[in-house]
C-alpha cells in the first residue's frame, strides 16, 4: 500500500473533481479503479478524511504487487508499472488538488485579489522549500512578489513564530522613508533596496496591500508613465473614448499615449478586464498588423468584427488596413 498522506500535503482536495476524474464515493471515501497491462493490473486509489492510499492489484491473483513499492526491487517489467502507477497518482493529484500552502485569512485575501487582478497564479520553484512562491509577471516574465513562510527572526525580531509574508517590489529613491522594521521590512532574500517585506498578520490594512501589489506590478514591467493600479486602468478607458468613429488604434499606440510605448502587453491585459464594452470602445484597438484579437472579451473576433463594421470600419479576412483606419491624433492639430 502506498499512503499518499504526503503527496497530499499542503494540499486542498476537491471533492467534485474527484468525482469528475472517476472516482465513486463510498460512504467516507472516494474510491477510482483504473487497469493497467492489457487488464493484467488495477490501480486502487481511496481518498478520505481519515486515510488516503493507493494499491496495484495483481487481478489473476487479487494480491496486492508490492514490488513497485520497494524500491530495490528492479527490472524493465516492474519499472514501467512503477512508472505507470505512478504517473496515474501524480495526474490524481494534479487534476484534483490545489496548493494550499498559505492558509491564514490576508494571505488568502491577497492570493484571491492577485489572480482575479492580474490572472496570475503562484508558482511553486523550489522542491525543497515547498512554503515558498512567487508571482510572475506574464508580460515579462519579471517577479513583482512573492508569498514565503519564514520565523519572526529572520525579520530581526526576537521570536520564533512562524508567520508569512509577502515581499513586494517598491522605488528605490523611496524605500528608505517606508522600511520601519515594524510594519515595512527590508526585501527578505530580495535587494533590500528595491523590495520590502510585509507580515501577513492584519497589522496592515488589506487594502494597503492591494495598492502596493499594485505598485509592484507596475514597477516590473519598467511603468515610467507615473500611473499604477487602477489609475492606469483608467487612463486606457478614458482614451478609447476618445478615438473617433471609423479609426482605429494599435496596442503601442495606446501605450505611446500613456508615456511608455513598453506597455503595449499591459494595455492589451487591461482592455481583456473592460469592465464595460458599450462604454469603453475596446473593439477599435489592434494589433500592429491590424489583426482581430481572438480572444475579444465580448464575444470573440467576430463580435469584434461586427462592432468594427458597423462603425464603418472595412475587415477582410480578420484584417483592418491600418494605412486607411489607423488614427492619426495630429489629424486637424
Same mark, same amino acid.
Given at each position: 500500500?502506498?499512503?499518499?498522506?504526503?503527496?497530499?500535503?499542503?494540499?486542498?482536495?476537491?471533492?467534485?473533481? /474527484?468525482? =469528475?476524474?472517476?472516482?465513486?464515493?463510498?460512504?467516507?471515501?472516494?474510491?477510482?479503479?483504473?487497469?493497467?497491462?492489457? #487488464?493484467?493490473?488495477?490501480?486502487?486509489? !481511496?481518498?478520505?478524511?481519515?486515510?488516503?492510499? +493507493?494499491?496495484?492489484?495483481?487481478?489473476?491473483?487479487?494480491?496486492?504487487?508490492?514490488?513497485?513499492?520497494?524500491?530495490?526491487?528492479?527490472?524493465?517489467?516492474?519499472?514501467?508499472?512503477?512508472?505507470?502507477?505512478?504517473?496515474?497518482?501524480?495526474?490524481?493529484?494534479? =487534476?484534483?488538488?490545489?496548493?494550499?500552502?498559505?492558509?491564514? =485569512?490576508?494571505?488568502?485575501? !491577497?492570493?484571491?485579489?492577485?489572480?482575479?487582478?492580474?490572472?496570475?497564479?503562484?508558482?511553486?520553484?523550489?522542491?525543497?522549500?515547498?512554503? #515558498?512562491?512567487?508571482?510572475?509577471?506574464?508580460?515579462?516574465?519579471?517577479?513583482?512578489? +512573492?508569498?514565503?513562510?519564514?520565523?519572526?527572526?529572520?525579520?530581526?525580531?526576537?521570536?520564533?513564530?512562524?508567520?508569512?509574508?509577502?515581499?513586494?517590489?517598491?522605488?528605490?529613491?523611496?524605500?528608505?522613508?517606508?522600511?520601519?522594521? +515594524?510594519?515595512?521590512?527590508?526585501?527578505?532574500?530580495?535587494?533590500?533596496?528595491?523590495?520590502?517585506?510585509?507580515?501577513?498578520?492584519?497589522?496592515?490594512?488589506?487594502?494597503?496591500?492591494?495598492?502596493?501589489?499594485?505598485?509592484?506590478?507596475?514597477?516590473?514591467?519598467?511603468?515610467?508613465?507615473?500611473?499604477?493600479?487602477?489609475?492606469?486602468?483608467?487612463?486606457?478607458?478614458?482614451?478609447?473614448?476618445?478615438?473617433?468613429?471609423?479609426?482605429?488604434?494599435?496596442?503601442?499606440? !495606446? +501605450?505611446?499615449? /500613456?508615456?511608455?510605448?513598453? /506597455?503595449?502587453?499591459?494595455?492589451?491585459?487591461?482592455?481583456?478586464?473592460?469592465?464595460?464594452?458599450?462604454?469603453?470602445?475596446?473593439? =477599435?484597438?489592434?494589433?500592429?498588423?491590424?489583426?482581430?484579437?481572438?480572444?475579444?472579451?465580448?464575444?470573440?473576433?467576430?463580435?469584434?468584427?461586427?462592432?468594427?463594421?458597423? &462603425?464603418?470600419?472595412?475587415?477582410?479576412?480578420?484584417?483592418? &488596413? /491600418?494605412? !486607411?483606419?489607423?488614427?492619426?491624433?495630429?489629424?486637424?492639430?
Amino acid at each position: 500500500m502506498r499512503n499518499l498522506e504526503n503527496k497530499l500535503k499542503n494540499r486542498k482536495i476537491n471533492y467534485e473533481n /474527484l468525482l =469528475k476524474y472517476g472516482f465513486k464515493k463510498e460512504n467516507k471515501k472516494y474510491i477510482y479503479k483504473t487497469k493497467l497491462q492489457d #487488464n493484467q493490473f488495477e490501480v486502487r486509489v !481511496v481518498i478520505s478524511d481519515e486515510i488516503s492510499y +493507493a494499491k496495484l492489484i495483481d487481478l489473476e491473483s487479487e494480491t496486492e504487487f508490492i514490488l513497485v513499492d520497494i524500491e530495490e526491487a528492479t527490472g524493465k517489467f516492474v519499472g514501467k508499472l512503477r512508472q505507470d502507477y505512478a504517473e496515474i497518482i501524480d495526474n490524481i493529484i494534479i =487534476k484534483c488538488t490545489t496548493k494550499e500552502v498559505f492558509k491564514n =485569512k490576508q494571505s488568502k485575501e !491577497v492570493i484571491s485579489y492577485v489572480e482575479k487582478k492580474y490572472g496570475d497564479k503562484l508558482e511553486f520553484l523550489w522542491e525543497k522549500f515547498d512554503d #515558498n512562491a512567487i508571482w510572475r509577471n506574464n508580460q515579462n516574465n519579471k517577479w513583482y512578489g +512573492a508569498l514565503l513562510t519564514i520565523s519572526e527572526r529572520k525579520l530581526g525580531i526576537e521570536s520564533d513564530n512562524i508567520i508569512e509574508i509577502i515581499d513586494l517590489r517598491y522605488q528605490k529613491d523611496k524605500i528608505e522613508d517606508i522600511i520601519d522594521n +515594524a510594519k515595512f521590512f527590508g526585501g527578505y532574500h530580495m535587494n533590500k533596496k528595491s523590495w520590502i517585506t510585509i507580515k501577513l498578520d492584519e497589522s496592515i490594512d488589506t487594502k494597503e496591500i492591494f495598492r502596493l501589489i499594485d505598485n509592484s506590478y507596475n514597477l516590473s514591467i519598467g511603468n515610467k508613465c507615473g500611473f499604477t493600479g487602477d489609475s492606469l486602468s483608467q487612463k486606457v478607458y478614458e482614451y478609447l473614448l476618445t478615438i473617433p468613429k471609423g479609426k482605429v488604434v494599435t496596442y503601442k499606440q !495606446v +501605450a505611446e499615449n /500613456l508615456g511608455n510605448k513598453g /506597455l503595449a502587453r499591459v494595455v492589451g491585459n487591461i482592455l481583456h478586464k473592460n469592465p464595460d464594452g458599450n462604454r469603453y470602445p475596446c473593439y =477599435k484597438v489592434l494589433n500592429s498588423k491590424g489583426e482581430l484579437a481572438e480572444a475579444f472579451v465580448f464575444g470573440g473576433k467576430e463580435i469584434q468584427k461586427e462592432r468594427l463594421e458597423k &462603425d464603418g470600419v472595412k475587415v477582410i479576412n480578420n484584417r483592418v &488596413d /491600418l494605412k !486607411v483606419y489607423q488614427w492619426n491624433e495630429n489629424e486637424g492639430k
